[in-house]
């Protein structure tokens, strides 16, 4: 079947350090892949995406690349801010399957100052 | 700026009340959905729509049921509430499979 597993948090970092977020996924076909950001109070927004292999998604300095061979879809930024503390959600759309989500557990990150 | 509305933040209800969760989208999307988001499990599909009129269940739809009569309105309806299902409700639509979901701001469910 189809399913995300994302690293456990919290995820615990200073002001300006290296983020990553480890999201593996298992699926059959080739999905699509996503990254969501859940900040305190709100719904989930679209950080990122990806369609296909090997494509990169950016967006406010977060990126992520499809991994097909290791089926992983890491979310790093160069440096994070006080700002992005939030809950990081990995996602895929299976193929075939209309517009379904899969979600991963969710990672929190809590950058201090 | 597109929305996705949620009728309620928060809603208190008693165990056995038939509670309506209220979700509309003035994007003119197809597609709807129904996720339930609780601590260490991310988000589960309870229910999801591609049209009006039609529905289809998700990984977890036991216990709960769903209306579309319009296109813009989404309606999620727990027949009779329990405290298991106390839980952060959110309504999300797209336009297309192609597209990312828009989220609305979640429904904090409390069944006592």
């Known amino acids: 079947g189809n399913s995300v597993t994302q690293m456990e948090g919290p995820v615990t970092l200073s002001e300006e350090a290296f983020l990553t977020i480890n999201c593996t996924y298992t699926a059959t076909g080739y999905p699509s892949l996503f990254w969501y950001v859940q900040y305190p109070g709100e719904g989930l927004q679209l950080l990122l995406k990806?369609?296909?292999?090997?494509d990169k998604g950016s967006n406010k300095g977060f990126e992520a690349t499809y991994r097909k061979e290791t089926t992983s879809f890491h979310l790093e930024k160069g440096s994070v801010q006080v700002s992005d503390s939030a809950v990081y959600f990995c996602a895929l759309r299976p193929p075939n399957q209309g517009g379904k989500l899969i979600f991963g557990q969710g990672t929190e990150l809590s950058v201090k100052p | 700026d597109v929305k996705v509305t949620q009728s309620s933040r928060y809603l208190v209800k008693r165990t056995g009340e038939k509670v309506f969760l209220e979700c509309v989208q003035d994007m003119d999307h197809e597609n709807m959905f129904w996720y339930r988001q609780d601590p260490g499990l991310g988000l589960r599909l309870i229910y999801f729509s591609y049209d009006v009129k039609m529905k289809e269940k998700g990984d977890i739809p036991e216990g709960y049921s769903v209306s579309r009569e319009k296109k813009e309105r989404f309606s999620l309806i727990l027949e009779s509430a329990s405290t298991n299902q106390t839980s952060m409700y959110l309504c999300?639509?797209?336009?297309?499979?192609?597209?990312?979901?828009?989220f609305g701001s979640g429904t904090r469910l409390t069944v006592v």
């Open positions: 999300a639509s797209t336009a297309t499979a192609n597209y990312g979901y828009t």
């Open positions: 990806a369609t296909k292999a090997d």
